[in-house]
């Protein structure tokens, strides 16, 4: 017997905002993601992708996506930075065609965002788990999206790398203008840069002010456990 996992979500998510989506694990999140990006099949409904329906879509270079657990690379892995990152610009040419400068210039600039153009010879299993990150997100930007899209991406990651993190995905979205819709259990530490909330658990609710919606009760009813948030503060220095 098929489970539903999802049922009545309907959303618009618009140009340029910074969305987090949050809940407890089984709770339809990735689901959600995994079906936006036609990885998986909705059952009934229509999804709009800049104004097409999901079926006549074709322009999937727009979006970029960084699944679960992305960054953790077998050491023995036969790749270097810059050889993942070229990988971002597959959905942007045809296949077997080869590198054109643009190519080249889109996998520079990639790297050059997320600070990863020094360690571009290096053999992406050497490195640590927050540079793999950057190198993820890298390629995912080395198509020029519109979208960015992120799945619990600081899994093996350490907390000071997860703040630089932070720090590039603030960057993106105010200065590239990038809409970024991200997965994360990290709430209280993006609270300050997000534009909504949305929260999963089989059905979805929107959040238009998302500091309003950080309260203990409300995530205590999220998750089904009593919850503790800790609200992390940006100083300016």
Known sequence: MDQKILSNISFHIF??????????????????IRTLLGLEKATSGTIKIFGKEQKKFKEWYKIGYVPQRASLVD???????????????VAKRKLFSRTSLEDIQAVEDAMDKMDITHLKDKMVGTLSGGQRQRVMIARALASSPKILILDEPNTGVDVKSQQRFYELLRKLN????????????????????????????????????????LSCEEMSELYGIDAHLIHMHKHEH
């Not at 140009?15 to 959600?32: C, H, M, Q, R, V």
């Not at 050491?75 to 610009?89: C, H, L, S, W, Y």
């Open 75 to 89: 050491q023995n892995f036969p790749a270097t930075v810059e050889d993942i990152v070229k990988m971002g610009r």
């Open 15 to 32: 140009s340029g905002e910074y969305i987090a989506i949050i809940g407890p694990n089984g709770g339809g999140k990735t689901t959600l």
């Open 174 to 213: 105010k200065e590239d203008g990038i809409t970024i819709l991200f997965i994360t259990h990290d709430i209280g530490v993006i609270a300050d840069d997000i534009a909504r909330l949305f929260t999963i658990n089989q059905k979805a609710t929107i959040c238009n002010n998302p500091k309003e919606a």
